[in-house]
Nanobody
């Protein structure tokens, strides 16, 4: 079993900053990638940013490029999302996703956190 826990959401004024954290734990043999998705009311869940382990490369949604930064603590199986210059369109539930190889499988699987609310007031 793999547990994914996020923290750091909250209410912030437009132009402000927040930092999200996520930790993956459990029967993890290897973490292939960790990232963040978000889902606003009435919209589909969308990718915000992801950082893979092998190439240490990051991918960002166009809407957050230059404002958000994803980083990893590989030793602790953690991922962070620094969000700056927040605006009302960033309001959503943010979900941590981790793609892992567990002790019991040869294929990777995706695991999700419970989500953390980010609300930006204008």
């Amino acid at each position: 079993q793999v547990q994914v826990v996020e923290s750091g959401g909250g209410l912030v004024q437009a132009g402000g900053s927040l930092r999200l954290s996520c930790t993956a734990s459990g029967s993890i043999r290897h973490v292939a990638a960790m990232g963040w998705y978000r889902q606003a009311p009435g919209k589909q869940r969308e990718l915000v940013a992801v950082r893979n382990s092998g190439l240490s490369t990051s991918i960002y949604a166009d809407s957050v490029k230059g404002r958000f930064t994803i980083s990893r603590d590989y030793a602790q199986n953690m991922v962070f999302l620094q969000m700056n210059s927040l605006n009302a369109e960033d309001t959503a539930v943010y979900y941590c996703n981790t793609r892992v190889f567990t002790e019991a499988s040869i294929a990777s699987n995706d695991y999700w956190g419970q989500g953390t609310q980010v609300t930006v007031s204008s």
